[in-house]
């Protein structure tokens, strides 16, 4: 009679474990998501990992993993696992009709472009005898970028703005007859050929008009992103350059600026022969978005050209033009070449300030070169951990 039993229990085991294993995955969704689009090096962001189970089925046990670059670290290392990626998996057990939901916090370490990708899904049997694998999708989830570290650049605005001052008043003293502005009352000073004798006829008094100015202000970033494997600190000071940059081009676009961010980095364009990068950004939330994801690139997969080289080639671009700009040059460079190509653009344009990336330990103070301002912009001074000279040797 026992024997019965447990034959008929076996029985129904094995009909229960084979139904199990034919029903385990029905209705069953694995996400993993960013809660940001996006978040500055540096910066914290928050991972989801959501388990559903839309039937009344339990599912007793089930193991998620997926991977992810290594420049994006979960502050939490559980169930992780770092080699080329990090590697984390976790742990369910989901009832019928249930939905799990848990939140990690991530930290960006490198510029990037992070998203999860090689989803798994297994299962062991009822029995333990097998495991089983629920097929993913292909592709990777909609990811997240790290964007370049955002930093204090208000010594560079601070000088940029007095530049603008000073533009601000000259361009005042010319108009162009053919940009409108407004009309307001005449005074000795106004030719007579200003005179809006309609408008002076309706109020009763002299009128005169008024015309904009004959240059628009415009501001243009250049952005060296070349770097020397033989100069200690190269890519900590590129760096640091990438972020003043960034930081910059974002607090003049939250000012409304006209603002322009131009990389030394080719376009890639067939047609174009020695084309750089560049984001007119301006008012174009659009247009900062993409300098943003643009930046967030390994540069060290692109083709760069000599930050002189592209200077002088924006000296050509920009020659018979009539804009007023002021140029702010971002490297961590200082060389002859590049302050001569400097000196070749601003000739045309006038001012410009070159914010040259340095070790605090330089002790580089802020000079004056004719019309280029000179200002050391110190790792330190702005939060950025840089290696020590014992890094050097161990590397």
Request: with cysteine.
């Given at each position: 009679m026992?024997?019965?039993?447990?034959?008929?229990a076996?029985l129904l085991?094995l009909?229960?474990?084979?139904?199990?294993?034919r029903?385990?995955n029905?209705?069953?969704s694995?996400?993993?998501?960013?809660a940001r689009?996006?978040?500055c090096?540096?910066e914290?962001?928050?991972?989801?990992?959501?388990i559903?189970n839309?039937?009344?089925?339990?599912v007793?046990l089930?193991?998620?993993?997926?991977?992810?670059?290594?420049?994006?670290?979960?502050i939490d290392?559980e169930?992780?696992?770092k080699?080329d990626?990090v590697?984390?998996?976790?742990?369910?057990?989901?009832?019928g009709?249930?939905?799990?939901v848990r939140?990690?916090q991530?930290?960006g370490?490198?510029r990037?472009?992070?998203?999860p990708?090689?989803?798994?899904?297994?299962a062991?049997s009822v029995?333990f005898?097998?495991?089983?694998?629920?097929?993913?999708?292909?592709?990777g989830?909609?990811g997240m970028?790290?964007?370049?570290r955002?930093?204090?650049?208000?010594?560079v605005?601070r000088?940029?703005?007095?530049i603008l001052?000073?533009?601000e008043?000259?361009?005042?003293l010319?108009e162009d007859?053919f940009?409108?502005a407004?009309i307001r009352q005449y005074t000795?000073?106004d030719?007579?050929k200003a005179?809006n004798?309609?408008?002076?006829?309706?109020t009763?008094?002299?009128?005169?008009?008024?015309?904009?100015?004959?240059?628009?202000?415009d501001?243009s970033i250049?952005?060296?992103v070349?770097?020397?494997?033989?100069?200690?600190f190269?890519?900590?000071?590129?760096?640091?350059?990438?972020s003043g940059?960034a930081?910059?081009?974002?607090?003049?676009?939250a000012?409304?600026e006209?603002?322009k961010l131009?990389?030394?980095?080719?376009?890639?364009?067939?047609?174009?022969?020695?084309?750089?990068v560049?984001?007119?950004?301006?008012?174009?939330a659009?247009?900062?978005t993409?300098?943003?994801e643009y930046l967030?690139?390994d540069f060290?997969?692109?083709d760069?050209?000599?930050?002189?080289?592209?200077?002088?080639k924006?000296?050509r671009?920009?020659?018979?033009r009539h804009?007023d700009?002021v140029?702010?040059f971002?490297s961590a460079f200082?060389?002859?070449?590049?302050?001569?190509?400097?000196?070749?653009?601003?000739?045309?344009?006038?001012?410009?300030?070159?914010v040259t990336?340095?070790?605090?330990?330089?002790?580089?103070?802020a000079?004056?070169?004719?019309n280029l301002?000179?200002l050391?912009?110190?790792d330190t001074q702005?939060?950025i951990p840089v290696?020590?000279?014992?890094?050097?040797v161990?590397?």
């Open positions: 026992i024997a019965v039993f447990l034959a008929g076996l085991l009909i229960y474990g084979y139904m199990y294993s029903i385990w029905r209705a069953l694995v996400r993993v998501s960013f689009p996006h978040i090096l540096g914290r962001g928050e991972l989801t990992e959501e559903e839309r039937k009344r089925q339990a007793p089930v193991e998620i993993g997926f991977r992810i670059p290594t420049g994006l670290m979960f290392a169930n992780t696992q080699s990626y590697y984390k998996r976790d742990l369910f057990a989901v009832e009709m249930e939905r799990i939140h990690y991530v930290e370490k490198k990037g472009y992070y998203s990708d090689q989803l798994s899904i297994h062991p029995l005898r097998e495991e089983y694998i629920m097929d993913t999708p292909a592709g989830f909609p970028y790290v964007y370049a955002q930093v204090d650049c208000s010594p605005l000088v940029l703005d007095a001052g000073e533009r008043s000259a361009r005042r010319y007859p940009v409108f407004s000795v000073h030719p007579m005179i004798w309609k408008a002076s006829a309706h009763g008094e002299l009128m005169v008009n008024t015309y904009a100015s004959v240059t628009s202000l501001i250049f952005l060296d070349s770097m020397d494997q033989n100069i200690p190269s890519e900590d000071l590129r760096e640091l350059a990438v940059a930081s910059l081009a974002r607090n003049l676009a000012r409304q006209n603002v131009s990389v030394n980095t080719s376009s890639g364009l067939q047609d174009h022969d020695g084309a750089y560049s984001f007119r950004i301006g008012r174009q659009d247009v900062l993409q300098m943003e967030a690139s060290e997969k692109m760069v050209m000599p930050f002189a080289d592209m200077i002088g924006a000296a671009e920009m020659r018979g804009a700009e140029c702010v971002f200082d060389t002859s070449d590049i302050r001569r190509s400097m000196h070749n653009l601003l000739a045309q344009q006038g001012s410009g300030i070159f990336a340095v070790r605090s330990a330089e002790g580089r103070q000079e004056r070169e004719e301002f000179i050391p912009f110190s702005q939060g290696r020590d000279d014992s890094d050097i161990s590397d």
